[in-house]
């Protein structure tokens, strides 16, 4: 080889070699001072549990749907009177069921209360389908076509990637959506560019990390690591997913919740999520829409939600926006009075589509 050749080649391998320790370097700068900040942050509020976030009393029923999309079989739990007015409720990445606990045990005595775990979630098999938003959509079309057979139409409601479903859904199956759905509430949640947006990374971080802040989302939603409970996981959980006023139940509730969600699941649908388009869903939208989000969400922050508001106003379909002020991602749970009094307003004003005519 003659000496200017290796020379660059050496060059080449040397830069590279810089160019490796040097993302190392900044990626591990942006996970510490996330972890240092999570751990400094002001503790959860210890004022004893929460009667809402309990295992409901009354074992639901269990609902078989099979996706229209590849036959996976989904776990539908439903809770309440058979014949009652219903509501689907579509939980987000890495929850479950439990997710809406605090919904099921405040409707669950007069509505019907459909919850069902997403793909690789819970006690729906993740399966052998290449993940996607089409596959959220069309797993949500199987759930509320088999609960809404009998003419009712569904007050849909969906948080963070469930959200996402509702918006698929509408992108890939408009006419159901028209016609089985009374309203739609969309939680927590974003239509494009969910990681080009999140607000994980503390601020004041030098100024050479500012390139790797993506990549450390990326990693972060990509990585099957297993994420057991520990006495370092709540605060974490509330740094991300909650806010610096959380109560101790509801940090801790999430926080188990999560790390329950297998890695792979959680991994697998954190790639398929990492360019997230479901806008045409937001077009789609012809039912009354409610939105809502709270202002210290750093997974979804507001102008996600700002964004899909303005775009529902323009179409004539906005109920309502409901932005809680000291409120996480974890809207629903965080501030679920608020909210279900949210959802209790938009059956008030949606009976007259409770049934298909």
């Known amino acids: 080889m003659r000496r200017s050749t290796r020379h660059a080649v050496e060059g080449v391998a040397i830069g590279g070699g810089l160019a490796a320790v040097a993302s190392t370097a900044a990626v591990g700068t942006i996970l510490g001072a996330l972890l240092r900040t999570a751990m400094t942050s002001p503790p959860p509020v210890d004022d004893g549990p929460d009667a809402l976030l309990d295992t409901p009393a009354v074992a639901p029923d269990i609902i078989p749907v099979r996706s229209v999309a590849d036959g996976n079989p989904i776990h539908v739990e439903a809770y309440g009177p058979p014949d009652g007015e219903v509501l689907v409720l579509a939980h987000g990445w890495t929850c479950s069921t439990k997710h809406w606990y ?33 596959l959220l959509g069309a797993d949500l079309e199987s759930v509320v076509t088999a609960v809404t057979d009998d003419g009712r139409r569904a007050l849909v409601a969906g948080h963070s990637m469930g959200g996402m479903s509702v918006m698929a859904w509408a992108k890939d199956f408009p006419g159901s959506v028209s016609s089985r759905a009374r309203a739609v509430v969309l939680t927590s949640t974003a239509a494009v560019e969910i990681i080009q947006n999140l607000a994980v990374v503390p601020e004041g971080l030098p100024r050479y990390t500012k390139p790797f ?8 939603a990509t990585a099957p690591i297993p994420l057991p409970h520990t006495t370092a996981s709540p605060r974490v959980a509330q740094y991300i997913a909650l806010n610096t006023q959380s109560r101790l139940a509801h940090v801790e509730f999430c926080d188990h919740m999560v790390s329950e969600c297998p890695a792979r699941a959680r991994a697998r649908w954190g790639a398929a999520m990492l360019d997230l388009d ?38 004539d379909v906005l109920l309502e926006y409901l ?35």
């Open 323 to 357: 932005v809680l002020p000291h409120t996480g991602h974890m809207a629903n749970i965080e501030e679920h009075d608020a909210y279900n009094r949210l959802l209790t307003d938009v059956l008030d004003r949606t009976k007259d589509r409770a049934t298909r005519v």
């Open 213 to 220: 802040e993506r990549a450390v989302g990326r990693l972060v």
């Open 278 to 315: 479901v806008w045409q869903g937001v077009l789609n939208l012809d039912v009354p829409t409610a939105v809502v989000v709270g202002t210290d969400d750093r997974l979804t922050p507001r102008k996600h939600s700002d964004a899909i508001v303005a775009q529902l106003e323009k179409q």
């Open 102 to 134: 605090a919904q099921i045990n405040a409707f669950s005595d007069h509505y019907r209360v459909v919850a069902y775990d997403q793909r690789g979630h819970g006690r729906t098999p993740l399966g052998k389908t290449r993940l996607s938003t089409k």
